[in-house]
């Protein structure tokens, strides 16, 4: 009986040092991490209405080596504007320093405010440091500290690969290996997007002989959220003036731009008289235009007219000038040859068709549709405007748009840069790309923020990609997946 007794009190001893050990254990953790950079911070700032919530977070990886992260949201809505790792982040006594972007010359540098517990944010430029008025406090949210490090997978962490759901008959699905690519290199890039390697990536699909092999989600995105596709509209449009071709509302790619608008003959002159159809669709039309510096181009009252109304700053038919005002003069020659608004057409002649029942398309104040961006889909929906260009215009045994159309609006026909071998056509955006010794071209519709639909005819390949790179200069890092990773499985 006191052999018993012995025994139990040992064993309480034993717990009860085991506990007090744990507890002085996570007290001095407590006080480590509340003493330590390390972690997640934020703080909020306001411009003009609007309050912009900034998160910074920073890791121990091996003995004085850190990574961080710098993101920007709407406070109010949560939206994520961007997120990137830091360049050069150096440890130095008790500051962090580190450049948001790898190329520049000054840099941030971040030091706890013991007293206050806040991080303090500086800027450095020729050795002079600056103190900038943002004082960040630690991140409640545990998890989001995690996450803020990593391109969170929707189906878990760490990723671990699943065959896609076959939930309607849009698409087959099937595996990696079934289909011959190369699960190891795919499932490689795939642990690059989680490492945000790439910055923000949303979704990641890949459909291959026709069957969808690869449907990924991240950052909580999910397959039936309707997601931003920026420029990929303009390709839409091509779509939508192939289709008018076709049916012989256009005559010829030759007609001149104001044969299609009557109602602004005043805004006629010689020199723009001499602008083609192809010019508009090729962005060799010479009108001034400044990229993200006109304020007409998202609240015009007649964006029609502000298009055409332009003054011209270059020679017709000889230079590529990226252009959205031209995409809406596309918008108004469907309008004005079907009577009704591009995006009810778009509806009628192509989405129903395609199986595309929802979506959203934003519009200037007259009504009148955006139709250089804005339009929403499904990641699932943008791979089936993928799979007709693939396709040449068919799709499920009816053909949508003819082959003419489909070849000639997805060949060059202006060079945008030499040296990349990048080229324009219709809307439409063309490379050509030398992949382990073999020369391959891709068709690709290109969207603001990582928005792609990439396609490969020769594999019978197509990759779509959503994502949030904006003003983070990694708008082409899904590029470097493809060209790395992506391509490479298939060959």
Sequence with gaps: MIHFINIKYNVFILILVLITSMSLKCKSDTSSESNSIQG?????????????????????????????????????????????????????????????????????????????????????????????????????????????????????????????????????????????????????????????????INSLLIIKNSKLVIEEYFNGFSREQLQFIASNTKSIISLLIGLLSDQGKIKSLEESMFSFFPEYSALYTINKNKIKLKHILTMTEGLDYKDNQDPLIDMSETPVRSALERPMTGEVGKEFSYDDWNTNILGGIIHNKTGIMPDKYCEKMLFKKLGIDKYEWEKYPNGFPRCHTSIKLKPRDMAKIGYLI????????????????????????????????????????????????????????????????????????????????????????????LEEYILPSAL
């Design 40 to 200: 997640a911070w934020e703080t909020t700032s306001e411009r003009g209405d609007f309050t912009d919530r900034f998160v910074c977070a920073f890791k121990e990886i091996a003995d004085s080596s850190y990574v961080g992260v710098w993101a920007s949201y709407n406070a109010k809505t949560n939206q994520c504007y961007y997120r990137k790792k830091m360049a050069d982040v150096i440890k130095k006594d008790s500051e962090l320093r580190f450049k948001i972007e790898p190329n520049e010359k000054e840099y941030f540098k971040v030091k706890l405010d013991e007293k206050s517990n806040k991080l303090i944010l500086f800027r450095n430029s020729n050795n002079n440091s600056e103190r900038i008025n943002l004082a960040f406090t630690r991140l409640a949210s545990i998890l989001e500290s995690e996450n803020i490090f990593l391109n969170a997978p929707v189906n878990g962490y760490p990723y671990v690969y699943q065959r896609p759901e076959s939930i309607d008959n849009s698409w087959k699905t099937s595996s990696l290996t079934q289909v011959g690519l190369d699960s190891s290199r795919i499932l490689s890039g795939i642990d690059r997007i989680i490492n945000l390697d790439y910055g923000d």
């Design 390 to 481: 693939l396709n040449q215009g068919s799709w499920n045994g009816e053909q949508l748009i003819s082959k003419k159309w489909i070849t000639e609006s997805t060949k060059p026909h202006v060079i945008v840069d030499k040296k990349a071998e990048l080229s324009y056509g219709y809307q439409w955006w063309y490379a050509i790309r030398t992949i382990e010794g073999q020369q391959l071209k891709i068709i690709f519709g290109n969207g603001y923020g990582s928005q792609f639909i990439f396609i490969i005819p020769s594999l019978d390949l197509i990759v779509v990609t959503t994502g949030n790179n904006f003003n983070n200069n990694l708008h082409w890092s899904v590029a470097g997946l």
